[in-house]
């Protein structure tokens, strides 16, 4: 049976995504890449700089099942209104906070808005994906890596005119709050979302087991992504001792690959499968944390966070669309719960990395993510989609 056209209305959602997707990007980068200029700013040590680096993804947590709960019976639509311009205004916080207490504070807000976002976007995401009948998640995810690929570029040319913080954060932060409030409008209601009239109900028998292999696979991703986002400019400072201009491109480049994998990242899942596109992945972002490990230079540095851009730039949005089939009536439930191991791989990574780091040196921490990387490889068996039959199951009982 041919997939049906989509309608105009369809593509207006995606499009709305799309921008959602970009302002998340864009918003996670501006801060990530101004770690180290905040913990010198600060003040900060190693051990300081690990615990203010737990509060995001901590409250990210409680975000993200405060997302799941609201969009089962309101949408995700009126939770991305809400709080995506909250998260663009935390980052301007962060950067004017005068002491830690405030930037503490600052964090919070930004964990917050963080978990938000995320569990919204990628409802909105699945949501387009269902409407179009094929793999279009992993294009909404490229638009994210572009965005931050922005974010870096920006924190970089920032850096070599010496902008301040404040400056450079709400030059960023002003638009992605315009672009969030136009599209807000845009996105799926309920009624397009929500498959099910029941929905509310049926979130309750969105089933664990089938969950547990994304979850654990979206977990030692964001321990390798986070060890990148949060120590990525400080091992480019400390180890190789890369420039001011240099540094942001640990996370540049990443992301950057990231983006690259991701653009064509949708015919390949159709083609191959997402199993075989996430057991592919698993291994060339072990071999790109090799390449961190052993690199004697910048230049050496960079490609290797590159690579490993390549490897893990599938996983997030299979995970995403994988919840995504398991949970037919979309309540979101099923990607909440994916999400939350988001930040628990976030919370594993800043303190694993962080931790070794404080007893021996940032080129030993990023040997952790490369075991975790590794595991990725076996967990992918657990992308292969079910028969109609067994998906559909949980919801209809």
Known sequence: MPTPLPTSRDRQARLATFAVFFVQGLTFATLLTQVAALQRKHGLSDDQLTLLLLVVPVIA???????????????????????????????????????????????????????????GMNMQGVAVERRYGRAVLTGFHALWSAAAVIGAGWASVAGGLGLSLPAMFATAMAPAVVISLIASTWLCVPQEEHVAADAVQTASRVPWKAIIPLCLAMCF???????????????????????????????????????????????????????????????????????????????????????????????????????????????????ARVNMFNYLGFIVGAALVGGIADSADYRIAFAAPLVLAAAIIVLARGFQPAPAATVTAPATS
């Open 221 to 335: 991703l964001y321990v390798g992504d986070a060890s990148i986002s949060n120590y990525g400019s400080v091992f480019m400072d400390k180890i190789i001792h890369a420039t001011a201009a240099v540094a942001p491109w640990a996370l540049g480049a990443y992301q950057a690959t990231t983006f690259a994998v991701r653009v064509g990242g949708d015919f390949a899942v159709r083609r191959y499968g997402p199993a075989m596109i996430v057991r592919i992945g698993g291994a060339i972002a072990t071999l790109g944390f090799a390449a961190i490990v052993a690199a004697p230079n910048e230049v050496l540095a960079v490609a290797g966070f590159a690579l490993t851009g390549i490897g893990l730039s599938v996983v997030a949005p299979q995970s995403f669309s994988a919840a995504g089939r398991l949970d037919p009536a979309g309540t979101g439930v099923a990607i």
């Open 61 to 119: 947590g409680v975000g993200s099942v405060l997302a799941g709960v609201l969009a089962s019976r309101f949408g995700s639509r009126l939770i991305l209104r809400v709080v995506q311009p909250l998260a663009c205004v935390a980052v301007v916080l962060a950067g004017l906070a005068s002491s830690v207490p405030l930037l503490v504070a600052a964090n919070v807000l930004f964990g917050l808005g963080l978990g938000g976002v995320d569990a």
